[in-house]
């Protein structure tokens, strides 16, 4: 079935599974940004190994300390939202990556069944198509038809044979695609040709749903938090230009005679000072990031609801074609059944019939043609309005 397909897909597919991976880096970024940074142990030892009192370790001074950089001018706390922005991001990501994965494989699906369907026309295109050749054989041999048309019907029953053998690798590499989406080779259950000729789904709510496109859709949110990222990466590249302060805590130990031990507290800091490195290149370029993304952001709320409008019309369009269709279809089947008993009674020429045959099976292929795109657009349409 299909639930059966987009479950496999979703449990194995490489978009799914990469967007998972993304989440997940997503959130080991975050734990970074919270952690502080690591301090750092010196060790210094002074006034040795030289000449005369300072001879070996004698008169040595040591010191031991711990420096710990402490975050100021909101620049960790920048990089703090940034990360929980790209954490977010990274969700409606997954989210994104499921509803078009849903929808490729709804659309994969529709295609191998009508890629089944097609090549089975295609077989019986041909075999009436032998039929009618050996009728028009037997005519010709009684002299009742020209060796021309004789020939014309050899010809065209050839040509059948071999579309019909075209279309049933088309139907077998239908499958491989279908397969593809959970990393197999091929699909070789039968499918559901039940949901395949159900018709299409209602489309009300139609206005409510294109005016909310820009606010619910996961690609719009995905797009929100990747533009707040941005906005806290622009507040983190500013603060950077006076970021941290270094402060240090330690001890040091010192002889004046080989007996003594004495020992004193050394307290330390370090302020970078923002003189000529202002990091002007870091603030333009996350200025022109944020600027990207809220461009990106306003286009696609624009794409989205045209997309909808478009795959609403299209729906409308395919449903129509298929009812126009599946109503003509009786008729098309009579007439290439009275055509053939026709010609075989001699009141009809082998031109009408071909043409009646022909006429009945473009007939069923365009049915089959217009279900599909009704799939489509009804996969569409579920990938765009789903919250």
């Given at each position: 079935?299909?639930?059966?397909?987009?479950?496999?897909?979703?449990?194995?597919?490489?978009?799914?599974?990469?967007?998972?991976?993304?989440?997940?880096?997503?959130?080991?970024?975050?734990?970074?940004?919270?952690?502080?940074?690591?301090?750092?142990?010196?060790?210094?030892?002074?006034?040795?190994?030289?000449?005369?009192?300072?001879?070996?370790?004698?008169?040595?001074?040591?010191?031991?300390?711990?420096?710990?950089?402490?975050?100021?001018?909101?620049?960790?706390?920048?990089?703090?939202?940034?990360?929980?922005?790209?954490?977010?991001?990274?969700?409606?990501?997954?989210?994104?990556?499921?509803?078009?994965?849903?929808?490729?494989?709804?659309?994969?699906?529709?295609?191998?069944?009508?890629?089944?369907?097609?090549?089975?026309?295609?077989?019986?295109?041909?075999?009436?198509?032998?039929?009618?050749?050996?009728?028009?054989?037997?005519?010709?041999?009684?002299?009742?038809?020209?060796?021309?048309?004789?020939?014309?019907?050899?010809?065209?029953?050839?040509?059948?044979?071999?579309?019909?053998?075209?279309?049933?690798?088309?139907?077998?590499?239908?499958?491989?695609?279908?397969?593809?989406?959970?990393?197999?080779?091929?699909?070789?259950?039968?499918?559901?040709?039940?949901?395949?000729?159900?018709?299409?789904?209602?489309?009300?709510?139609?206005?409510?749903?294109?005016?909310?496109?820009?606010?619910?859709?996961?690609?719009?949110?995905?797009?929100?938090?990747?533009?707040?990222?941005?906005?806290?990466?622009?507040?983190?590249?500013?603060?950077?230009?006076?970021?941290?302060?270094?402060?240090?805590?330690?001890?040091?130990?010192?002889?004046?005679?080989?007996?003594?031990?004495?020992?004193?507290?050394?307290?330390?800091?370090?302020?970078?000072?923002?003189?000529?490195?202002?990091?002007?290149?870091?603030?333009?370029?996350?200025?022109?990031?944020?600027?990207?993304?809220?461009?990106?952001?306003?286009?696609?709320?624009?794409?989205?609801?045209?997309?909808?409008?478009?795959?609403?019309?299209?729906?409308?369009?395919?449903?129509?074609?298929?009812?126009?269709?599946?109503?003509?279809?009786?008729?098309?089947?009579?007439?290439?059944?009275?055509?053939?008993?026709?010609?075989?009674?001699?009141?009809?020429?082998?031109?009408?019939?071909?043409?009646?045959?022909?006429?009945?099976?473009?007939?069923?292929?365009?049915?089959?043609?217009?279900?599909?795109?009704a799939h489509r657009a009804r996969a569409d349409l579920a990938s765009l309005s789903q919250p």
């Open positions: 079935t299909l639930d059966a397909a987009i479950t496999r897909a979703m449990d194995r597919s490489a978009t799914v599974v990469t967007a998972m991976a993304e989440q997940q880096v997503a959130d080991a970024q975050l734990q970074s940004a919270s952690a502080w940074a690591n301090p750092t142990l010196h060790v210094e030892l002074e006034n040795v190994l030289g000449k005369g009192s300072n001879a070996d370790f004698d008169a040595a001074e040591t010191t031991v300390s711990l420096a710990q950089e402490l975050p100021i001018g909101g620049h960790r706390g920048a990089l703090r939202r940034a990360a929980r922005a790209s954490q977010a991001s990274a969700s409606a990501g997954l989210q994104v990556a499921q509803l078009s994965v849903r929808r490729d494989v709804t659309i994969a699906y529709a295609e191998a069944i009508a890629a089944d369907r097609l090549a089975t026309i295609a077989r019986s295109r041909a075999s009436i198509a032998a039929e009618t050749r050996r009728a028009v054989e037997q005519r010709y041999a009684a002299g009742l038809e020209s060796e021309l048309q004789n020939s014309r019907i050899a010809v065209e029953t050839s040509g059948l044979q071999a579309a019909a053998q075209r279309a049933a690798a088309g139907a077998l590499a239908a499958r491989r695609r279908l397969a593809q989406y959970w990393r197999t080779d091929t699909v070789v259950e039968p499918l559901d040709d039940v949901w395949f000729d159900a018709s299409s789904g209602a489309t009300s709510g139609r206005a409510a749903v294109a005016r909310g496109l820009d606010r619910t859709h996961p690609r719009v949110q995905q797009l929100q938090l990747a533009t707040a990222r941005a906005q806290a990466e622009l507040d983190a590249a500013r603060a950077q230009r006076l970021s941290a302060v270094e402060a240090t805590l330690g001890t040091r130990r010192f002889k004046d005679l080989p007996s003594d031990s004495n020992q004193a507290f050394v307290l330390g800091v370090s302020v970078p000072l923002p003189l000529w490195d202002r990091n002007r290149a870091g603030i333009a370029s996350a200025r022109a990031e944020l600027m990207r993304m809220e461009l990106e952001l306003e286009q696609t709320g624009r794409d989205l609801a045209a997309q909808y409008e478009f795959a609403v019309a299209e729906l409308g369009a395919a449903t129509l074609e298929v009812q126009a269709l599946a109503d003509a279809l009786p008729a098309a089947e009579s007439a290439a059944r009275l055509s053939g008993q026709g010609y075989d009674a001699g009141r009809l020429s082998l031109l009408e019939r071909l043409s009646a045959e022909r006429a009945l099976f473009d007939a069923r292929e365009q049915l089959e043609g217009a279900r599909l795109a």
